[in-house]
């Protein structure tokens, strides 16, 4: 148990629907991130939060909408995915964004997102 | 900008062998290095890090790594490999100049340990 839960674990959406993703810390932690897992391929940075704030939106495609309401919780609103969207979503969080330096790095289990 | 590089998407070792991981970077500024394991359907866990001081840095589950500024690697080893390391694992980096939290992995390396 990392403190950091994703739900749901496994989503299958067609290109037209809107979903979301997920991701709650109980580590009272104020920065939180989402990565893109594709096999073989380096982690993708998609997008930093700290306090709430957006502090790096990684050219991500706007089909993709993080929302942060509070420290605790991060959102991944996805609307006319592509089917090579198709990837494990990773949550994680930080004590702060210094916090990466020091690789006080925190993941959930991921989202595994299968776009039809 | 900075980037990791895992040469090898596989590697394949035996137990009670020792194993060798690779990672090479490119970052601005004093480089911080970590290894992050994930086991099947699991999220990254830390295993290691490398900030500043011996080259030699230790970790979780008897594993290591060594800093060479010169070769910018950072390679993971153990020295008696068991089934259960069994993983994919992470090379990761993120420059000193560089303090918006964006920590930079590699695309994984495959560990499998046969009996």
């Known amino acids: 148990e990392t403190g950091v839960t994703q739900t749901p674990r496994h989503l299958v959406m067609g290109m037209t629907n809107k979903k979301s993703l997920k991701c709650e810390q109980h580590?009272?932690?104020?920065?939180m991130y989402w990565y893109k897992q594709s096999a073989k391929k380096p982690l993708e940075l998609m997008f930093v939060?700290?306090?709430?704030?957006?502090?790096e939106n990684n050219s991500v495609p706007s089909r993709f909408s993080p929302e942060c309401p509070n420290s605790s919780h991060l959102f991944l609103h996805l609307h006319t995915l592509q089917p090579e969207d198709s990837a494990l979503y990773l949550c994680?969080?930080?004590?702060?964004?210094?916090?990466?330096?020091?690789?006080?790095?925190?993941f959930g289990e991921g989202s595994r997102l299968t776009v039809l | 900008a900075q980037s990791v590089a895992q040469p090898e998407d596989q590697v394949n070792v035996a137990e009670g062998n020792p194993l060798t991981v690779k990672c090479t970077y490119s970052?601005?500024?004093?480089?911080?290095l970590f290894w992050y394991v994930q086991y099947p359907n699991r999220g990254l866990q830390f295993l290691l890090k490398?900030?500043?001081?011996?080259?030699l840095v230790k970790g979780s589950y008897g594993f290591e790594a060594e800093f060479n500024k010169s070769q910018t690697s950072f390679h993971l080893k153990k020295p008696s490999a068991l089934v259960s390391d069994s993983a994919l694992y992470f090379c990761?980096?993120?420059?000193?100049?560089?303090?918006?939290?964006?920590?930079?992995f590699g695309q994984g390396t495959e560990l499998s340990v046969k009996p």
């Open positions: 490398y900030i500043t001081g011996d080259n």
């Open positions: 990761a980096v993120i420059g000193s100049y560089n303090q918006g939290g964006k920590l930079i």
């Open positions: 939060y700290s306090l709430e704030e957006r502090v």
């Open positions: 580590l009272g932690h104020n920065a």
């Open positions: 970052v601005s500024g004093n480089p911080y």
């Open positions: 994680a969080s930080s004590p702060d964004l210094a916090g990466a330096n020091t690789g006080e790095l925190f």
